[in-house]
């Protein structure tokens, strides 16, 4: 007995208890709350949020761990959270602001603002301190970063924790996550939505999508001004992103061809091209009539799909691999983090992409061995990039910064720095022949272990003061104010996406998920349709929403407090 109490109220004649009494209560406090995230309401759950309640439970009956630990593991969880984010957006985060993508992410600013300006009306309206507001609009958003970021700046400007910080957070999560869906749905009958034509539209990759997904077309040639051209002559005339991936000549009696930049087009030939959805239109109508074709049948081609594997071809461009050249096969298409792009001679490779290649079985096979395609090779981490970053990110997070209005010098904090720092290695680094790649699975192993301990720390530090808060100092109206801060900027965002820019549903409600970081959100948008729109617009938003929530809970905090 004597032990049990000891290690879970911890040894007393050892500093913060002992490393048993420490390491048992944190494991006790994940390993409760993963598996109560797994339970499902209406098919929606808490996930890993669970920890923080659960580290709240055992805060509240004084089994804690040493305060100076505590912070600590809390802020170490933290930069390894945001730090693989910024690792598995970072390649698409510069892209998701071309066109159609900038409209998206001008919509996530409008209800990042909206929320901000909510708060900061409830703040000087209601009275309730800045620092409880902050964490009731960082769980009204559902985001954790933003949190912590505010936790950080609040302990830099006056020295200690602030624990309300994260009881606002804890109170205002479940209806943020709640509150975000019913919006959502809410929207589905104020627009008027017919599902059906809303969703073939999102499948043919009509409206903001069509910079941020390929297809390919069969095309016919009809066209007399490319008769007798070569496809380096058409080119500069068209002036779009397309490669033309194989070809069927009129006389060939049905042999399809590979093409390169001096293969000669005639009439009637028949041509299979890649290219973005905006520009396909263009496409089809300046060569000819698009026409339903099969490629696979001619079985002197293949495709196959093939991973970058070899350091060295990080940062390559297409066009220095000469693979046409040397092998006699094509790359048509490049999947990168789950988007497809324009395999266009400028466009450069890195490590753990996945690339389509068009050609005989021999120079497919000749080209695999060029590229790597070695699972194995992917599978050992790049630990390098990692800690090189976090510790850039910690110094970029120290770095203070002067702001018009603003008393005290902002700084990025423990958030903010990796987070930056992370998204710019990831699409920087190539370029500098740093391999900042990592699998799937070890980018989500160091994320959840991340979160994992943030939010088990959180919870810990909050849980002695959390009943006490809720019965007696009305923290139970803190849901209100975290239901109005999260459904309120959702359906005006909504309404000024569908009016004012005419998006298509389903690429709206992935935005408005995007935009509150909320992944239970994007699974509900999810299940609505079979095609991707939501899951693109989330992802397109996703970047720039994390880096505004971080920033502002921050500037928050040091302007208000």
């Known amino acids: 007995m004597e032990l049990l109490r000891n290690l879970f109220e911890g040894y007393p004649n050892l500093w913060g208890g002992g490393v048993a009494h420490s390491v048992l ?29 659960v580290g709240i439970v055992f805060g509240h009956f004084d089994l804690n761990l040493d305060e100076h630990l505590l912070h600590f593991l809390k802020e170490f969880g933290l930069i390894l959270f945001v730090y693989s984010i910024g690792l598995q957006v ?15 992410n001008v919509l996530a600013v409008l209800v990042v603002f909206i929320s901000v300006l ?6 000087f309206i209601t009275g309730i301190p800045i620092t409880t507001m902050v964490g009731i609009l960082s769980g009204a958003v559902t985001n954790t970063p933003g949190l912590g970021a505010a936790q950080q700046a609040n302990s830099d400007l006056n020295g200690i924790d602030a624990p309300e910080i994260a009881l606002g957070y804890a109170v205002a999560y479940p209806l943020g996550v709640i509150g975000c869906i019913l919006a959502l749905l809410a929207l589905k009958y104020l627009l008027h939505i017919n599902t059906r034509k809303e969703e073939a539209e999102a499948e043919q990759g009509l409206g903001h999508l069509q910079e941020l997904t390929v297809r390919p077309v069969s095309v016919e ?26 070809i069927r000549h009129r006389d060939s009696e049905n042999e399809v061809e590979l093409v390169n930049a001096d293969t000669v087009l005639h009439l009637q030939d028949q041509i299979l091209f890649i290219s973005n959805p905006k520009d396909m239109e263009a496409i089809i109508a300046f060569f000819g009539r698009q026409i339903s074709a099969e490629w696979e049948q001619d079985k002197k081609l293949i495709s196959r799909r093939i991973l970058i594997t070899k350091p060295e071809l990080n940062g390559k461009s297409l066009a220095q691999l000469k693979i046409r050249n040397n092998f006699g096969a094509s790359i048509t298409r490049i999947n990168r983090s ?14 753990g992409d996945r690339v389509t290649i068009v050609g005989s079985e021999l120079a497919v096979s000749h080209t695999e061995k060029v590229l790597g395609n070695s699972l194995k090779r992917l599978n050992h981490p790049n630990l ?29 904090g423990l958030a903010g720095g990796p987070l930056i720092v992370s998204i710019l290695i990831s699409r920087f680094g190539p370029q500098y022949k740093l391999i900042t790649y990592t699998t799937m699975s070890a980018n989500l192993m160091i994320r959840e272990i991340g979160i994992s301990l943030f939010l088990a720390c959180v919870g810990l530090g909050a849980g002695k003061g959390f009943v006490d808060t809720i019965i007696h100092e009305g923290g139970y109206v803190w849901i209100a104010y975290g239901a109005i801060i999260t459904i309120v900027p959702l359906l005006v965002g909504g309404l000024v996406g569908r009016y004012a820019w005419k998006l298509n549903y389903y690429t709206l409600i992935g935005v408005l998920s995007g935009t509150n970081t909320n992944p239970p959100a ?18 397109t938003v996703y970047p720039l929403a994390m880096f505004l929530r971080v920033l502002t809970a921050q500037l928050l905090i040091l302007a208000l407090a």
């Open 118 to 123: 909510i708060t900061v009306a409830l703040h």
């Open 522 to 539: 994007l699974a509900y948008s999810s299940e609505l349709t079979s095609c991707d729109a939501p899951a693109v617009g989330y992802a």
């Open 221 to 246: 040639i009809r066209n007399e001004a490319v008769d007798g051209k070569t496809i380096k002559e058409i080119k500069p005339l068209l002036n779009r992103a397309f490669v033309i991936s194989r």
């Open 338 to 351: 789950g988007v497809d792009l324009v395999a266009t001679p400028h466009l450069q490779l890195q490590m």
């Open 90 to 104: 970072g390649p698409g985060f510069f892209s998701a602001f071309k066109k159609g993508g900038f409209t998206l």
């Open 384 to 412: 390098i990039p990692i800690f090189l970053g976090i510790a850039l990110g910690c110094i970029l997070g120290s770095l203070p910064f002067m702001f018009p209005g603003i008393p005290q010098p902002v700084k990025l």
């Open 25 to 53: 209560i944190l494991s006790l406090v994940i390993a409760f709350g993963i598996m109560l995230g797994k339970i499902k309401v209406a098919g929606i759950s808490l996930g890993v949020t669970w920890i923080l309640f």
